[in-house]
Nanobody, 117 residues
């Protein structure tokens, strides 16, 4: 099986910074891309950002300039950075990984991020 271990979430004050990590391990043959999605209360799950093994990035229009995604291929780990957090960033953040563009994604369990004073 494939496991995605997420860390870095929790309660964060408005204006603070967030750095999420997701490490993939297990029986996955290779990782073509990894990314982050989020689901806010009462809303649909949406893409935040994704990054391929070659470093190509894809950001949702709503978060361009706000979030930064990066990756350590040797560790099969993806990171998500956000400065100046706002309450509307509150959501469950999900990590995903896939072996190619045509294979199903593997998903993490979700990481709650709450932005509140």
């Amino acid at each position: 099986q494939v496991q995605l271990v997420e860390s870095g979430g929790g309660l964060v004050q408005p204006g603070g910074s967030l750095r999420l990590s997701c490490a993939a391990s297990g029986s996955i043959f290779s990782i073509y891309a990894m990314g982050w999605y989020r689901q806010a209360p009462g809303k649909q799950r949406e893409l935040v950002a994704a990054i391929s093994s070659c470093g190509s990035t894809n950001y949702a229009d709503s978060v361009k300039g706000l979030f930064t995604i990066s990756r350590d291929n040797a560790k099969n780990t993806v990171y998500l950075q956000r400065n100046s957090l706002k309450p509307e960033d509150t959501a469950v953040y999900y990590c995903d990984a896939r072996a190619s563009t045509i294979t199903p994604a593997h998903w993490g369990q979700g990481n709650q991020v709450t932005v509140s004073s």
